[in-house]
Nanobody, 118 residues
Framework: QVQVVESGGGLVQPGASLRLSCTASGTSLSVATVGWYRRPPAGNQRTWVAYVTAREDTKYADSVKGRFTISRDNTKNSVYLQMNNLKPEDTAVYYC???????????WGQGTQVTVSS
């Protein structure tokens, strides 16, 4: 059974940093494009934040470019989102998605809460 689990969220002050982790079981993230998405408190939809491909190409939403860094460690079957200089508008539930057309993978985690508040 494929499972994707996010961790690392929390309550921090503006300007602080957090590192989110996305770890999978039952599948290998090394062949997947892994994306981070978020849903703000008043939002109904998840918006894309960043992704990393199997070839380690990365892309970021304009709102986080220069502050967030996505990376992967295939030895740990994990993908990370380093978030620096956090702002109150970054407050959201952050979700990880693993996508691979080669093996029909499209798995979401349950999310981890990030709250940025003074």
């Amino acid at each position: 059974q494929v499972q994707v689990v996010e961790s690392g969220g929390g309550l921090v002050q503006p300007g602080a940093s957090l590192r989110l982790s996305c770890t999978a079981s039952g599948t290998s993230l090394s062949v997947a494009t892994v994306g981070w998405y978020r849903r703000p408190p008043a939002g109904n939809q998840r918006t894309w934040v960043a992704y990393v491909t199997a070839r380690e190409d990365t892309k970021y939403a304009d709102s986080v470019k220069g502050r967030f860094t996505i990376s992967r460690d295939n030895t740990k079957n994990s993908v990370y989102l380093q978030m620096n200089n956090l702002k109150p508008e970054d407050t959201a539930v952050y979700y990880c998605n693993a996508l691979s057309s080669a093996n029909g993978l499209n798995a979401w985690g349950q999310g981890t809460q990030v709250t940025v508040s003074s």
